[in-house]
């Protein structure tokens, strides 16, 4: 995520093969102690130093969730109705399923966003309720928690549905809003907070402008109902929209591996490009000061710039709904929400579909696995680089959103000072070795959430950069 605000270089991007690779599948270097994974497991536990590095991206796990996803929006543009399926199969015993309700967040709800489930069902439910987790005082709760009839058994399936209403308020820089004409919503349902070898997720919403989810990569799909004079941009693959009745279309997708969901609706004129096998759709709104298609083309070109660097671009295609301009861009998986015509938001967030969409991480507990990531990501195709002004910020950049007493303070550390440390260590290892072992990393946690010591331990035969980091506080 990310959004304008002043920088000694740049606008602050925010609330945004062996042989040589074998590098990135060692052990820790001697004199180095980095603490373990939230599972127990340490790096040696996580990394064999025999291993090959994967000389592609591991592919999904067979048994991640499947979850479809319905969506109607009223004729008002701000009543979002909605039913989700999941079946979900745990890797650690359970009996319960707990969602994340970050709509309810005291950031997004003081706006008149909230999120409310009306209804759990299901053969092995047994009822539901919420959990505050530092929710806005006037909502339902942050979490729902859907208890089971009996503990499910790891490598066991268990489905719910369940039912439940968004309300849309004013926009501004968030996932959710309304505008003339406009509605859009992401992380707009109950999301599924599962961390594998670790279980439920049950971190706190916090008051600063950041993401706290945890979500596995689910093999999903969405159809959303609206007025047929609207178009729709989204997370996935795009069908033709089927006529509905009463002035009605609905709109499909499908995603094999998304972490969480984005749409728009509105009067887009769209334009498209591509990148490689990797189609783009960009959709702008009457009277928009953005080209579109030059966005798109610009978009394109970026995804073959940083293809070079790390790898094939994660998705079959990418969504761009430019909304007006409240400063700022999300990224979802393979759906880009872009509210600022500012170029280094699109880089920043186009970064983001490796450093989040493929690689996921505890956006909580470790914002640099993403952030700062995406954030050094600008200075390799063009952007002005973090430098030693940055490096100079007090603060750990593994610290958690937690951790941080306000909004400057968090984009300083995490974006600033991370994307600078980063590219120091780069510097101080050597490109063509820090892009090797950035390359394993990217390739062995595609699809996964990793933690803080898997880019330990993908950085471990190059010393020089796991020091910097290290002093940086990203390891803890």
Not at 142 to 164: Q, Y
Not at 178 to 200: M, Q
Request: hydrophobic residues 40%; charged residues 25%; aromatic residues 8%.
């Amino acid at each position: 995520m990310t959004f304008r605000r002043p920088h000694p270089t740049v606008a602050l991007a925010g609330l945004l093969s062996l042989g040589m690779l074998l590098a990135g599948c060692a052990a820790a270097p001697d004199g180095l102690d980095f603490p373990p994974d939230p599972s127990g497991r340490t790096i040696d536990d996580r990394v064999d130093p025999d291993a090959d590095c994967p000389s592609e991206a591991v592919a999904p796990a067979e048994d991640r969730p499947v979850i479809a996803l319905e969506f109607s929006l009223a004729e008002n543009l701000r009543i979002v109705t909605g039913t989700e399926t999941v079946t979900f199969t745990p890797d650690l015993p359970t009996d319960e399923l707990v969602f994340r309700l970050i709509p309810n967040s005291p950031v997004s709800a003081p706006f008149g966003n909230e999120l409310t489930v009306t209804d759990v069902t299901g053969k092995e439910v047994d009822d539901f309720g919420y959990e505050s987790a530092d929710a806005y005082p006037t909502t339902p709760g942050g979490l729902l928690v859907v208890r089971l009839t009996e503990e499910v058994e790891a490598g066991n399936s268990v489905e719910v549905s369940l039912d439940f209403e968004l309300e849309l308020g004013d926009g501004t820089f968030d996932r959710y809003g309304t505008a003339d004409g406009l509605s859009w919503w992401a992380s707009g349902f109950p999301l599924l907070s599962w961390e594998p070898g670790v279980g439920w997720s049950r971190d706190p919403l916090v008051t600063v402008l950041g993401e706290t989810s945890t979500s596995q990569a689910a093999d999903t799909t969405i159809s959303v109902e609206a007025p047929e004079d609207l178009e729709v941009l989204m997370t996935g693959a795009q069908d033709r929209p089927e006529p509905a009745g009463d002035g009605r279309r609905v709109w499909t997708s499908s995603e094999t591996a998304a972490r969480d969901v984005s749409v728009a609706v509105g009067r887009f004129d769209t334009e498209g490009a591509a990148a490689g096998d990797t189609e783009i759709t960009v959709g702008v709104l009457p009277d928009a000061a953005t080209d579109a298609a030059e966005l798109a083309e610009d978009a394109a070109s970026l995804i073959e710039d940083f293809e070079e660097f790390f790898g094939p671009f994660p998705y079959d295609t990418l969504t761009i709904p430019v909304l007006p301009n409240f400063g700022g861009g999300i990224e979802y998986p393979s759906s880009i929400l872009l509210a600022s015509p500012s170029r280094v938001i699109l880089v920043h967030e186009i970064a983001h579909m490796w450093f989040y969409g493929m690689i996921g991480n505890s956006q909580f507990r470790d914002p640099w696995l993403d952030e700062a990531f995406a954030s050094y990501a600008e200075g390799l195709v063009g952007e002005p680089a973090r430098d030693g002004t940055d490096l100079e910020i007090p603060g750990d950049i593994g610290d958690s959103m937690s951790d941080f007493p306000d909004a400057d303070e968090y984009f300083d550390v995490v974006y600033g000072k991370g994307g600078a440390v980063l590219t120091a260590a780069r510097d101080a290892a050597g490109a063509d070795e820090f892009d090797r072992a950035l390359r394993c990393y990217i390739n062995a946690q595609a699809w996964q959430i990793a933690v803080p010591d898997d880019v330990a331990a993908a950085l471990s035969e190059l010393p020089a950069a796991v020091k910097i980091l290290d002093e940086a506080g990203a390891f803890g």
